[in-house]
């Protein structure tokens, strides 16, 4: 059974800073890209930023300059350091990991349980 933990979220005030964490657990063979993902009320969810195995970064626009995503492969976990926070930065944060169980078994893709963040005064 394979687990993805956030941790990190809360109100912080704008120009703020808060570092999320998504540690994965269970019978898990490798793990390949790890990643944040956000959706607002109202909203559809959007990837903010994704890492890979050997430390590849990809980030939303919005996010830029802002966002520091990145990962110990030894602990399995991903972390993303938020600065500058705006209010509309405001949502549940989710993390995800591409990953195989086995050896032999395919590619899936695990979802944390989403993480709330506000800004506000």
């Known amino acids: 059974q394979v687990q993805l933990v956030e941790s990190g979220g809360g109100l912080v005030q704008p120009g703020g800073s808060l570092r999320l964490s998504c540690a994965a657990s269970?019978?898990?063979?490798?793990?390949?890209?790890m990643g944040w993902y956000r959706q607002a009320p109202g909203k559809q969810r959007e990837l903010v930023a994704a890492?890979?195995?050997?430390?590849?970064?990809n980030y939303a626009d919005s996010v830029k300059g802002r966002f520091t995503i990145s990962r110990d492969n030894a602990k399995s976990t991903v972390y993303l350091q938020m600065n500058s926070l705006k209010p509309e930065d405001t949502a549940v944060y989710y993390c995800?990991?591409?990953?195989?169980?086995?050896?032999?078994?395919?590619?899936?893709?695990?979802w944390g349980q989403g993480t709330q963040v506000t800004v506000s005064s």
């Open positions: 269970g019978s898990i063979f490798s793990i390949y890209t």
């Open positions: 995800n990991a591409d990953l195989v169980v086995t050896i032999t078994s395919m590619l899936e893709t695990y």
């Open positions: 890492i890979t195995k050997g430390g590849s970064t």
